[in-house]
C-alpha cells in the first residue's frame, strides 16, 4: 500500500503564490511519475503537472499554468513540489497529489491519490 500525504494549501490574494508539497510512503518499490491534479467547484479533475523519476525528470504542465507552477521532486525521497506563482482566481481548486509506480510486494504497479488540499485564491 502507498500513502500520499499533501500539505501546503490555504487562501491566497490574486498575484500570491502557495507551494504545495506531496509525500509518498509505503511499499514502494519505485515511482516512475508524480504530478498534480486539481478539481474545480462544479468541474472535472484536471491534470495540472507531472514529473518523472527517470534521469534530471521530464515534466509536463497544463497551458493554463505555464510560466507560473513550476513542479519538483525529490526521487530519493519519494517528494514533489508544486510552487504556484502569480495565482489567479480561476486556479481555485481542491488539489489533488498522484503518484504511480511499482512496489515492494513483487513489484506490482500503483496508482495512488492523496487526500487533497484546498487552494482558494481571491480577487
Known amino acids: 500500500q502507498v500513502r500520499l500525504v499533501e500539505s501546503g494549501g490555504g487562501l491566497v490574494q490574486a498575484g500570491g503564490s502557495l507551494r504545495l508539497s506531496c509525500a509518498a510512503s509505503?511499499?514502494?518499490?519505485?515511482?516512475?511519475?508524480m504530478g498534480w491534479y486539481r478539481q474545480p467547484p462544479g468541474k472535472q479533475r484536471e491534470l495540472v503537472a507531472r514529473?518523472?523519476?527517470?534521469?534530471?525528470?521530464?515534466?509536463y504542465y497544463a497551458d493554463s499554468v505555464k510560466g507560473r507552477f513550476t513542479i519538483s521532486r525529490d526521487s530519493a525521497k519519494n517528494t514533489v513540489n508544486l510552487q504556484m506563482n502569480s495565482l489567479k482566481p480561476e486556479d481555485t481548486a481542491v488539489y489533488y497529489c498522484?503518484?504511480?509506480?511499482?512496489?515492494?510486494?513483487?513489484?506490482?504497479?500503483?496508482?495512488?491519490w492523496g487526500q487533497g488540499t484546498q487552494v482558494t485564491v481571491s480577487s
Open positions: 498522484h503518484a504511480a509506480g511499482e512496489t515492494t510486494a513483487w513489484r506490482a504497479d500503483f496508482a495512488s
Open positions: 509505503g511499499s514502494i518499490f519505485s515511482v516512475s511519475v
Open positions: 514529473i518523472t523519476s527517470g534521469g534530471s525528470g521530464s515534466t
